[in-house]
């Protein structure tokens, strides 16, 4: 996704509201990935129902830890790399959604009208 140069004006808040929406669509396909990944995962070594495997991949991606402990030597492995990848994609949303306002803030602090005139020769 590209971004405004810091020598042009800041986008309207409807624009804004349009690139936050993207992110945040994009956000929303890394979870529903993961989860539909976690939930293969807890179906396959644990054998659990989709509603047990459901909980338990969102109760790991939501950093509070698995329900059900897993008991196959399989699960126990899955759960680790799981547990470690969900930390990494809490971490890769929460980078997804902030940047565009991390962007704005910064954009809004470091633009100036008045000296982007000047320069353009519109002001003396």
């Known amino acids: 996704m590209r971004y405004e140069h810091v020598?042009?004006?800041p986008l309207s808040s409807r624009?804004?509201?349009i690139r936050m929406l993207r992110h945040g669509v994009l956000?929303?396909?890394i979870i529903?990935?993961?989860i539909i990944v976690g939930m293969f995962g807890y179906e396959h070594y644990e054998h659990l129902a989709?509603?047990?495997?459901?909980l338990n991949t969102t109760m790991l991606l939501g950093g509070m830890g698995p329900v059900d402990a897993p008991q196959s030597p399989g699960g126990k492995l899955f759960a680790s790399f799981f547990a470690l990848y969900s930390g990494?994609?809490?971490i890769a949303t929460a980078g997804v959604v902030l940047t565009p306002v991390g962007h704005r803030v910064l954009h809004h602090l470091n633009f100036d009208d008045e000296e982007?005139?000047?320069r353009r020769g519109k002001k003396a």
Not at 50 to 54: F, G
């Open 7 to 9: 020598s042009r004006k």
């Open 15 to 17: 624009a804004f509201l």
């Open 27 to 29: 956000a929303s396909g």
């Open 32 to 34: 529903a990935l993961s």
């Open 50 to 54: 989709w509603r047990d495997a459901l």
């Open 88 to 90: 990494l994609v809490f």
């Open 116 to 118: 982007r005139e000047v």
